[in-house]
């Protein structure tokens, strides 16, 4: 209920900006022209998968629109005052998109579904492109885990915060089996829901689930800023003086193996070891999960990191003890799996962390793919791995 209620305020505040653009410009708040005009389609998906966005702007001077598809590109006005362009193809899958007016930056107003940032500039529209069949993110006719949303008192941190859990099917029914826990980490501008609402991996895990492919397991979603607390409406705020790329990272470290995990042990029926523990992350959250992973081989043992590389070589911190003694490394770990877009700008920093692990002797799986620094990356990414967790 809580989190319904953060999307339903979250897109009316959205809505609210966009109605106060509205009246300093001469738009009309779809759905609805000024006058009664019929309200606009935007975006409309073609059967060819063309896309086409509009904007009613009538004094408006200049209208783009900016994506995950491709470059920006410009509408044009017609003798409505309605800005329109035409994108595409595109392939079958869900994209993040926002207009430009006049340099003002303005979800569309004509489509309800928001993509919610933990930093407001990110808030964006989303837009969707269907395939022929239901795509592996999709919710289908199986049987569904639960996401169940926790509270709790980080005395690491100081704070209260807040945490979600997804529960597979059948747990509650199977009294008596325990079960392996992935913690999986959001990057920058994301938040603890993010996985769940964009990188759909309640959906994923369902559909894998269903299809054999992966065994049951736990998957705990942390909010991944140190210091971080609740307010009340289910936002994080970072704390004064906070490192702009995600809060305390120490902090955040402390409250993961502190807090979190004797938690998590304690409330769910968990198999309580580092082989039966993984943690994964993108962007941010992959260079958090590389960092912690890799310094507490104690405690996990399969390690994940999407779209990020690690600060410095061989010879920093965790990697140089690591390297130290390589056949002690490999037996500890059961999965080091790292993968990058061909397109992001983050391959520089996996390469670099590729390339030291491979000289150090460290086994582990490199994945260049294509794409860039997109959810639509790390969501394969998520149905690509979680097949080799707990084997």
């Known amino acids: 209920m809580r989190s319904a209620l953060r999307q339903l305020l979250l897109a009316s505040a959205a809505a609210m900006a966009a109605a106060i653009f509205a009246a300093t410009s001469g738009a009309a708040q779809e759905p609805g022209a000024r006058g009664g005009g019929p309200p606009l389609i935007s975006p409309e998906v073609a059967t060819d998968h063309r896309v086409t966005f509009r904007l009613r702007a009538p004094q408006a001077k200049a209208v783009s629109v900016s994506g995950d598809f491709g470059a920006d590109v410009q509408l044009e006005k017609n003798a409505e005052g309605i800005w329109s362009a035409t994108v595409g193809p595109l392939d079958p899958e869900m994209y993040v ?4 007016v006049d340099g003002v930056r303005l979800t569309d107003p004509s489509n309800p579904q928001v993509k919610i940032g933990y930093v407001t500039t990110t808030t964006t529209s989303l837009l969707t492109v269907p395939g022929e069949g239901p795509a592996f993110y999709d919710v289908q006719d199986v049987p569904h885990g639960e996401i169940r949303t926790l509270l709790y008192k980080s005395r690491s941190n100081g704070t209260i915060r807040e945490l979600t859990v997804y ?30 609402r964009y990188g759909r991996a309640n959906d994923i895990l ?15 979603m942390p909010l991944g800023y140190g210091g971080a607390q609740v307010n009340g409406d289910g936002t994080g705020i970072p704390p004064k003086g906070a490192n702009a790329s995600g809060g305390d990272a120490a902090l955040y470290e402390r409250d993961l193996l502190e807090d979190i995990i004797p938690m998590i042990d304690k409330k769910y029926r968990t198999i309580a070891d580092h082989n039966h523990r993984a943690i994964v992350g993108f962007s941010m959250g992959g260079g958090q999960a590389g960092r912690f992973g890799l310094r507490h081989l104690e405690t996990f043992s399969y390690v994940g990191i999407m779209s990020a590389g690690m600060a410095g070589g061989l ?6 003890t690591l390297a130290a003694n390589p056949a002690k490394t490999n037996k500890q770990i059961d999965l080091l799996w790292i993968a990058c877009g061909k397109e992001d700008a983050a391959m520089k920093g996996a390469k670099t962390l590729h390339d030291a692990l491979e000289r150090g002797g460290i086994e582990h799986t490199f994945l260049q793919t294509e794409g860039a620094h997109h959810w639509r990356v790390w969501r394969r990414y998520l149905r690509d791995l979680a097949p080799l967790l707990f084997k």
């Not at 998109?97 to 430009?100: A, M």
Request: charge should be negative.
């Open 97 to 100: 998109y926002y207009f430009t």
């Open 167 to 196: 529960i597979p099917p059948a747990y509650d029914e199977a009294r008596n089996r325990r079960y392996p826990v992935l913690y999986l980490l959001h990057g920058f501008a994301n938040d603890h829901q993010s996985w769940h």
């Open 206 to 220: 369902d559909n894998l689930l269903a299809e054999r492919e992966i065994q049951p397991f736990l998957v705990v």
């Open 315 to 320: 010879e920093t911190e965790p990697l140089a």
